[in-house]
Structures are given as C-alpha cells and as structure tokens.
C-alpha cells in the first residue's frame, strides 16, 4: 500500500507546493495593491497637516514680525498654541533653517516625520531668510490614522511611500514560508485523513471473508474461541511485559486471537471427543496451525501474521510441530503464544478433562520443552494479572477492526 500511494502522495505535496506559491503570489499582489491605497491616505494625511502647519501658524503677520524682531519665545508659544488642535503634531517650534521654496518640505528622520516651513507675512510677498517653522510627527501614527493595520513602519526593508515613509505589509516578510508550510501542513492532515479511511475501507473490504469464517468459527466452536480470547488477552499481558508496544503488541494480540481458527477445518468430533485422540485424529489435529496460516495468508491485512500462527506448537527442542523448529528458529510470538496456550488449556475447562490450579499448571509448564524464559516472567508477573488493562483497541476481539 505505501508504494501504491507514494506517487499520489507524491503528486499531492508538489499540488500543495504550487497552492502555496499561488497563495504567496495572490497575497504579493494584493499587498502591492493596499500599498498604493494606503501611499494615496498617508499622502493625503501629510499634505493637510503640512498645509494647516503653514497657512495656520507661519503664514501670518503676526508670527513673521515676532521672528523679525528676534522675539522667539513668543513665537514659538504662539505657534506651538495654534498646534495643539492638531492631533498628529507632537511638536512645533521654529528654528534656524534654510527656507523651503515651496509651502514645505517634507524629511524622514527615523521613525519621525519632519515637516519644514517657510515662514512669510499675511500675502505671502515676504519670507524670513534663515529661520523655518517645523513640525515632528511620528509614522507610526499616521499610519494608524488611515487603519493600516497590514502595514508597519520597517526602516530596515520598507518600501518608501511618496513623501518617505518605510512600509513593509505584515505577511509580506516571511509569508511564503509561512503560505508553503499552511499549505503542506493542510496537506499533511489531508493524506493522515486519506490515510486513515483508505486503510480502514481497505481493511474492511480485505477481512469480509474473514469476519463470516470468525463468526462461524465462534458459532460452532465456543469452547475455542473462548479459549482463543483468553489466550489473546494472555499473550497481550505477557507482551506489554516483555516491552512490546505499538504495531507488534497489536500484532501479538491478533495473532493470539486467531491462533486457532484453523480448528475450522477440522471435524467437530475430533475437536470435541470426551477422551485421547488416535494417531490418526491426531494427525488431522496437527493441521490446524497450517490452516490457520492459510487462512490468514488469504487476506492481506494479515498475511504477515501467519507465520506466528503456524508456529505457535513448535517447542524448544524440536519436538513441535508442524516443521520441528527449534529455540532460535521459532518467532518469538509463537513462543509467547505457546507459552499462554498451554497455561490456559491447563487452567481452563475441557470436555475431556477438569481444570487445575494455576500453581499446579505452572510446576508441569516447569518440565515443558517451551521458552523458559517466558514461563518464568508469566509465573513472575501472574499476580499482577488480576489488576492488568487492556489498551481500549483490544477491549474488542473483532481483528477486522484492529488490523489498522
């Protein structure tokens, strides 16, 4: 399946990719339309402040004679009083400077706007040579009077607007990263999402078969699925204590749980005889691990545990069956589910015989030709049994839906 949909995958990250630097581009073209409009207000804004500085406050009599006769004090209290109904301007003073030829000049410095006036009598026929009238507004107040709240002031990168002021808009900087990540991280979602319902649809259309032959297998054969369940549940307790986790532990517990569905295929009196079977009941008997391992093989979702099933009746010196495998050659979760399948065919209740004592069964498990290893940790951990819970996927025994 992962190669199946690498190339969607594929083709889906570099769409993804193109939708980014379209959103980018999209995003490159409206800021440099908002530019415009906001150049156009703060331009505006600049030249009606700069128009009611001059006309307002130096272009007077009043003003200009105060200047000529060296009375400065009283003209800038004058002109700094006719300001104050001029919310923008943090400061108005006149100073030492050469005359605009022009009603003003406008000047960055820093973050602060600098308007320069010429300072000149009622009908504008005469000027004052070396003194000007300024007034300092910050930037960043204008471009808040016309709601730029896209636009900051940026000295560093701004593109300049007419009369000076460095704007850069606010996802303009990094916002083709951040337009590719929204994009691929959108992406992301959408394939875990795919992902998800493309594996629980595959899942559901690979395992019909199997969830008729698990239904049936429960309907005729209760005391094996009974046992079956019981010994999933085992091999799950004993898993998570040998550090499984994740995919294997769920495999463990799958693999556990059908362990013995290949009895199946065999006949019903052999499976339910009240007594020892004949060598050649026997025989038929010992073919369940290798249905089992057919059955599973026959769906694609669990194919991979079919060598676990048909080995779960090997034993440590080869005495098992059906290949006669020894210690290292045997996967662990066969060892695992041998282990609690015989623990449980001891403890549990059989048409041919009563159940015994978990001590008991633990002394005979002793002389067993299985991993001692594992009876050991299942006899060291048997007390903490009782309190064991199942991860909530196993709370269901239903593989089909555990197979994801």
Do not use: W
């Given at each position: 399946m992962k190669r199946k949909l690498f190339v969607p995958i594929t083709i889906t990250l570099a769409s993804l990719l193109l939708i980014g630097l379209l959103i980018y581009s999209i995003q490159r073209h409206i800021a440099g339309r908002n530019f415009e409009s906001v150049?156009?207000?703060?331009?505006?804004?600049?030249?009606?402040?700069?128009?009611?500085?001059?006309?307002?406050?130096?272009?007077?009599?009043?003003?200009?004679?105060?200047?000529?006769?060296?009375?400065?004090?009283?003209?800038?209290?004058?002109?700094?009083?006719?300001?104050?109904?001029f919310s923008l301007i943090d400061l108005a003073e006149i100073v030492e400077g050469k005359p605009p030829s022009d009603s003003f000049d406008i000047i960055m410095d820093g973050e602060l706007l600098r308007i320069?006036?010429?300072?000149?009598?009622?009908?504008?026929?005469?000027?004052?040579?070396?003194?000007?009238?300024?007034?300092?507004?910050?930037?960043?107040?204008?471009l808040n009077t016309v709601s730029a709240k896209d636009f900051r002031i940026d000295l560093a990168h701004g593109r300049k607007t007419t009369y000076g002021i460095p704007i850069s808009a606010n996802f303009t900087g990094n916002r083709l990263w951040d337009s590719i990540i929204i994009a691929l991280l959108t992406g992301f979602v959408a394939i875990f999402i795919f992902q998800h319902f493309y594996r629980n649809a595959n899942t559901f259309l690979d395992t019909r078969g199997l969830e008729s032959i698990i239904?049936?297998?429960?309907?005729?054969?209760?005391?094996?699925?009974?046992?079956?369940?019981?010994?999933?549940?085992?091999?799950?307790?004993?898993?998570?204590?040998?550090?499984?986790?994740?995919?294997?532990?769920?495999?463990?517990?799958?693999?556990?749980?059908?362990?013995?569905?290949?009895?199946?295929?065999?006949?019903?009196?052999?499976?339910t005889k009240n007594g020892k079977l004949d060598p050649c009941e026997f025989v038929?008997?010992?073919?369940?691990?290798?249905?089992?391992?057919?059955?599973?093989?026959?769906?694609?979702?669990?194919?991979?545990?079919?060598?676990?099933?048909?080995?779960h009746h090997e034993r440590e010196d080869g005495s098992g069956y059906p290949e006669g495998l020894t210690g290292k050659d045997i996967p662990l979760e066969s060892k695992i589910i041998a282990v609690v399948d015989v623990f449980e065919a001891l403890v549990g209740e059989r048409p041919y015989r009563d159940p015994i004592c978990p001590l008991s069964a633990f002394q005979k498990m002793k002389s067993m030709p299985l991993d001692q290893k594992i009876v050991s940790l299942l006899i060291d951990h048997y007390g903490e049994l009782v309190s064991f819970r199942p991860p909530r996927w196993a709370l269901s025994y239903s593989p089909w839906l555990l197979a994801s």
């Open positions: 150049n156009d207000a703060l331009s505006s804004i600049i030249e009606i402040q700069a128009y009611a500085f001059y006309n307002g406050c130096l272009s007077n009599n009043q003003t200009y004679n105060l200047v000529i006769q060296g009375e400065f004090a009283e003209a800038n209290a004058l002109v700094q009083k006719a300001t104050d109904s320069e006036c010429p300072i000149r009598n009622d009908d504008e026929t005469a000027i004052v040579q070396n003194m000007i009238g300024v007034a300092i507004i910050q930037a960043q107040r204008l239904y049936l297998f429960e309907q005729t054969e209760r005391i094996s699925a009974s046992h079956s369940r019981n010994v999933a549940m085992l091999a799950l307790f004993v898993g998570k204590n040998l550090g499984f986790r994740g995919k294997r532990l769920k495999d463990l517990y799958i693999a556990a749980l059908l362990h013995d569905i290949g009895k199946i295929g065999i006949p019903n009196n052999i499976l038929q008997m010992r073919q369940h691990p290798a249905i089992s391992a057919r059955i599973l093989r026959s769906f694609k979702e669990f194919e991979r545990l079919s060598p676990i099933v048909l080995y």
